[in-house]
């Protein structure tokens, strides 16, 4: 008779690495930081869509069931299900950073509301998705979220989605004239060109962590002409 405890017992190095589904087991969780009330074995798992998840063994492993993603699976199917765009999974999966990819749909849909025109979502997202701006703006706000810096109400840091030529001055809803930049930015720059918020700046000798510029010279990229 085999003991409860032996029931399915696998070594812990058995699947260090070992793929289950979109998930890679990558870290074993100590006993006294199991959150299961039996203290299970727990992994810390890398999906594929770029989030780290903790799974109990027994969910990667187990017959009945088994766990194979972080739960992206389900929220890309409830995007293609819900969204007006004639989007399918293959499409959606071509894009490794779900929650990236996430971001740049929800500000599409919000400045496009009733567009379905694929043609200009596929423009948008092949030029933002990999774009260094949109990107290094993207991955500071995350850094800041996370560590709870910003407890405004406006959050200061969020890639906010900006006309290049502003709307009130001709500008018009075309990749072309799009450019993402920090929240506090945007409301400063507001209805004016980048040329005359750049001579302001210069004018009013106005520098800020949350410019772009200097985003970028953070993350020592150079500096997209504006």
């Known amino acids: 008779m085999v003991s409860k405890k032996g029931m399915g017992a696998l070594n812990p190095l058995d699947i260090i690495n070992k793929r289950f589904g979109k998930l890679v087991a ?4 100590p006993e006294d930081k199991r959150k299961n009330k ?7 798992c890398q999906c594929d869509c770029g989030n780290t998840v903790v799974v109990e063994q027994r969910n990667l492993t187990g017959v009945k069931y088994q766990q ?3 739960g992206c699976i389900r929220e890309k199917a409830h995007l ?3 969204s007006k765009m004639p989007l399918t999974m293959e499409y ?3 894009f ?3 929650k990236k990819y996430a971001f740049l749909h929800k500000t599409f849909v919000k400045f496009n509301k009733d567009c379905t025109d694929f043609q200009f979502y596929s423009e948008f997202m092949d030029k933002f998705y990999n774009e ?3 990107t290094a703006v993207y991955n500071n706000w995350n850094n800041k979220y996370k560590t709870n810096i910003n407890n405004t109400f406006y959050n200061w840091y969020k890639p906010s989605l900006d006309h290049i030529l502003p709307k009130s001055k001709g500008g018009k809803n075309e990749v072309s004239n799009y450019q993402f930049l920090t929240v506090f930015e945007n409301l400063g720059k507001r209805d004016m060109t980048n040329d005359e918020w ?15 510029i200097n985003i970028l010279k953070k993350e020592g990229l150079d500096i997209v002409a504006r």
């Open 198 to 212: 750049n001579i302001f700046l210069g004018d009013t000798n106005t520098q800020s962590d949350l410019f772009v």
């Open 92 to 94: 959606v999966e071509k």
């Open 38 to 44: 039996n203290k299970n074995r727990e992994w810390l």
């Open 26 to 29: 990558v870290e074993l969780i």
């Open 132 to 134: 260094k701006q949109f």
């Open 96 to 98: 490794n950073d779900f």
């Open 80 to 82: 293609v299900a819900t």
């Open 68 to 70: 194979h993603s972080c």
